[in-house]
């Protein structure tokens, strides 16, 4: 069996999911793993999917190409290697959370922290929002830390500062899941 990445992207309306999954369904296709999301009237979605092995990587091609005439969605396809296809996604262990005025670089600082004490970001979400005292800007992380949860908490309160913005980072406890 064949794994694919999808990158599926159009201007938000009801049942761009609903297409996508019938479009799979049809070529016995099984999403394994997927994020989608709105964003300012524009959705989008990556998944990966396995392929049966009776389908074609020719036959999704021409079942892409029909959704994408037939929906107006934009839609991107890469085969992964079996490698790629089983390992496992990361679990995070901490979430992060930063607000703050909204500013140029505060992804970059915090993510830039974070890559040097080789944490990986598992999901990212940042919304900028005007209130009474200006632009606020959001943003909550899920990180993969391991071992370095103390250096990350003195990493981060070192950017706070620096950028003048509240960071918080919580762990991840399962029984909480």
């Known amino acids: 069996m064949s794994s694919v990445l999808l990158s599926i992207s159009g201007h938000d309306r009801a049942g761009i999911v ?29 998944l990966i999917v396995r392929m049966s092995e009776d389908r074609s990587m020719g036959e999704l091609k021409a079942a892409l190409a029909e959704l994408e005439q037939r929906t107006r969605l934009t839609v991107q396809s890469q085969t992964i290697s079996d490698e790629e296809a089983s390992v496992s996604a990361l679990e995070p262990d901490h979430i992060i959370t930063v607000h703050g005025a909204d500013k140029a670089g505060i992804v970059y600082a915090v993510t830039d922290a974070l890559a040097s004490l080789g944490v990986s970001v598992v999901d990212v979400s940042t919304q900028a929002r005007d209130s009474n005292q200006g632009s606020v800007y959001m943003m ?12 990350m908490k003195a990493a981060l309160g070192t950017v706070g500062e620096r950028i003048a913005v509240e960071i918080d980072l919580h762990i991840l406890d399962d029984a909480v899941l």
């Open 18 to 46: 609903r297409d996508v999954a019938e479009a799979l369904l049809d070529l016995n296709a099984n999403i394994e793993d997927s994020s989608m999301t709105a964003l300012r009237g524009r959705f989008t979605m990556m």
């Open 140 to 151: 909550v992380l899920e990180v993969a830390a391991g071992k370095q949860g103390d250096a």
